[in-house]
């Protein structure tokens, strides 16, 4: 293999014992007739099963197979920047472990990019195996985050794409800690081609880092993270609740003076608007509550992630067997 390989695969991964071995059958059944020339880096935070031992066995028989083990669970969004860091190929497919992202449509996606496109993100067509609440939240996410966002993200994609090796450099150059990858390419730009594909269930055990939490966390992230049109918005409800006010003002000024109407106390319409504008600003506070704790995260430029041990890498040299095993990796 050449110094810099021709493809980087990054793979998250977080105790995925049951679906790695496939993975590995798959992603090298997919590569065949594509190259010869390429790295995967497994990312992953600390296991509860046997992924890093099996990871370290791969490595052993195969040094393409490469890995970084986190300090702590970080998440999957900086488990994959992580990657995407440590990644040396002229191009870097992001992928994940449970053959969802079909690792047989790699071979499309370089034919994508040597025709000149620098950045290929495959597009779900169908999604088997996911929760309807799921596909609830993904489809109005998408559709929210692009109505308000100052780029566009293609519906029904995920982190699964390719991008040339300029897309990447520019990624590493951004400082932000979220890690939406999906918004931090758009940011990016460069010429992108969408892959229709027909997603298919996960080929074994259960999902562990996009669960609906964690679908509803990334996407407020998205929201948050490329828009200010939440702040925006509430200044438009503040001024509209104000002018409310003061026509209802006007209204029962009229209605007391006019038509001599007498009030009882505790009128139900005076407990309503205290309500409304209550509401109104506990919302307005709690929208800016979250744009001034990204600021807040932002500005304390903790690293998106701590490699604790790599296989593979020569500036991460390995821990000594002695000091920490693989078992002890999965350690919790």
Same mark, same amino acid.
């Given at each position: 293999?050449?110094?810099?390989?021709?493809?980087?695969?990054?793979?998250?991964?977080?105790?995925?014992?049951?679906?790695?071995?496939?993975?590995?059958?798959?992603? *090298? !059944?997919?590569?065949?007739?594509?190259?010869?020339?390429?790295?995967?880096?497994?990312? !992953? +935070?600390?296991?509860?099963?046997?992924?890093?031992?099996?990871?370290?066995?791969?490595?052993?028989?195969?040094?393409?197979?490469?890995?970084?083990?986190? #300090?702590?669970?970080?998440?999957?969004?900086?488990?994959? @920047?992580?990657?995407?860091?440590?990644?040396?190929?002229?191009?870097?497919?992001?992928?994940?472990?449970?053959?969802?992202?079909?690792?047989?449509?790699?071979?499309?996606?370089?034919?994508?990019?040597? #025709?000149?496109?620098?950045?290929?993100?495959?597009?779900?067509? #169908?999604?088997?195996?996911?929760?309807?609440?799921?596909?609830?939240?993904?489809?109005?996410?998408?559709?929210?985050?692009?109505?308000?966002?100052?780029?566009?993200?293609?519906?029904?994609?995920? +982190?699964? *794409?390719?991008?040339?090796?300029?897309?990447?450099?520019?990624?590493?150059?951004?400082?932000?800690?979220?890690?939406?990858?999906?918004?931090?390419? !758009?940011?990016?730009?460069?010429?992108?081609?969408? &892959?229709?594909? +027909?997603?298919?269930? *996960?080929?074994?055990?259960?999902?562990?880092?996009?669960?609906?939490?964690?679908?509803?966390?990334?996407?407020?992230?998205?929201?948050?993270?490329?828009?200010?049109?939440?702040?925006?918005? @509430?200044?438009?409800?503040?001024?509209?609740?104000?002018?409310?006010?003061? &026509?209802?003002?006007?209204?029962?000024?009229?209605?007391?003076?006019?038509?001599?109407?007498?009030? !009882?106390?505790?009128?139900?319409?005076?407990?309503?608007?205290?309500?409304?504008?209550?509401? @109104?600003?506990?919302?307005?506070?709690?929208? &800016?509550?979250?744009?001034?704790?990204?600021?807040?995260?932002?500005?304390?430029?903790?690293?998106?992630?701590?490699?604790?041990?790599?296989?593979?890498?020569?500036?991460?040299?390995?821990?000594?067997?002695?000091?920490?095993?693989?078992?002890?990796?999965?350690?919790?």
């Amino acid at each position: 293999m050449t110094a810099i390989p021709l493809l980087s695969i990054v793979v998250p991964v977080y105790n995925e014992e049951q679906t790695l071995p496939k993975f590995l059958t798959a992603m *090298r !059944a997919a590569l065949t007739g594509v190259t010869e020339d390429y790295e995967i880096i497994f990312c !992953a +935070d600390p296991c509860r099963d046997r992924t890093l031992t099996l990871v370290g066995e791969a490595h052993a028989a195969d040094p393409r197979i490469k890995l970084l083990a986190f #300090s702590r669970r970080f998440g999957q969004p900086a488990a994959t @920047m992580g990657g995407i860091h440590h990644a040396a190929g002229r191009a870097v497919v992001i992928i994940d472990c449970d053959l969802q992202d079909p690792p047989a449509l790699i071979g499309e996606m370089v034919r994508q990019w040597r #025709s000149g496109w620098k950045v290929v993100v495959p597009q779900r067509r #169908s999604r088997d195996g996911e929760h309807p609440l799921k596909k609830l939240i993904s489809y109005l996410g998408y559709w929210f985050i692009n109505k308000i966002s100052n780029v566009r993200i293609p519906r029904n994609t995920g +982190d699964f *794409r390719l991008m040339d090796r300029a897309v990447v450099d520019e990624l590493k150059k951004l400082k932000e800690g979220h890690g939406f990858l999906r918004g931090l390419v !758009a940011v990016v730009g460069f010429k992108t081609v969408l &892959l229709p594909f +027909d997603r298919e269930a *996960r080929a074994g055990g259960v999902g562990k880092y996009n669960r609906i939490t964690g679908s509803l966390r990334i996407g407020f992230n998205g929201i948050i993270c490329f828009s200010d049109y939440l702040l925006n918005f @509430m200044i438009k409800m503040g001024l509209a609740c104000a002018a409310l006010a003061m &026509l209802s003002a006007l209204v029962i000024a009229y209605m007391k003076l006019g038509t001599n109407w007498q009030f !009882a106390s505790g009128v139900p319409s005076l407990m309503i608007l205290v309500l409304f504008m209550g509401g @109104m600003q506990l919302i307005g506070m709690g929208v &800016l509550g979250a744009y001034i704790g990204r600021i807040y995260d932002e500005t304390k430029q903790r690293p998106l992630f701590i490699v604790e041990e790599a296989l593979g890498f020569p500036q991460h040299p390995p821990l000594a067997p002695a000091a920490r095993s693989p078992e002890a990796a999965c350690a919790t």
